[in-house]
């Protein structure tokens, strides 16, 4: 009996050895499946990564043509633009300070002349010029150029009626 049970144990380990052989193969034949489609996606990953890289140096090598085409712009067109803008903005700045000074020497010389203008002013330079040695001579001498400038101005006026000369 105890062969009889010896022998049963030893089919039966056979048995299982041999269920586990065949898992065993199968898990062998599933991984080795498995490994066949993950080389397949790391192919076409590659490959995808190949065209991708290769759009990438594209446009790296347009963006570094673009890069070059607008600092050579700039160098050669924009900045001597702007230092003649510079140039041209000191002279503006001189001439309107030139006319900015000029303008105020016409205002003094305008208000003086409006002082000078009103019948006071006049009467007071007149009476002052009257005290001054040779200042009659002076009056006299001023009324009769005045005179003199007014009838030269109404002989080459045309009067209403003439035809001008």
Excluded: K
Excluded at 1 to 12: D, G, I, P, Y
């Amino acid at each position: 009996m105890e062969t009889w049970v010896q022998l049963l144990l030893s089919a039966l380990l056979v048995l299982n050895l041999l269920v586990m052989g065949l898992a065993l193969a199968a898990g062998l034949h599933r991984m080795g499946a498995l490994g066949a489609q993950i080389g397949a996606v790391a192919t076409r990953l590659e490959g995808q990564m190949s065209a991708a890289l290769d759009a990438a140096r594209a446009t790296l090598a347009r963006v570094e043509t673009l890069s070059d085409s607008v600092e050579r712009l700039t160098r050669d067109e924009v900045t001597p633009t702007l230092l003649s803008a510079r140039a041209t903005l000191a002279h503006v700045e001189t001439a309107t300070r030139s006319l900015a000074e000029g303008a105020a020497g016409v205002r003094r010389i305008v208000g003086g002349a409006e002082q000078l203008s009103t019948p006071a002013a006049l009467a007071a330079a007149a009476a002052n010029m009257l005290r001054q040695p040779g200042g009659r001579a002076g009056l006299l001498a001023l009324a009769a150029g005045v005179a003199a400038r007014a009838l030269l101005a109404a002989r080459r006026r045309p009067q209403a009626g003439r035809p001008g000369r």
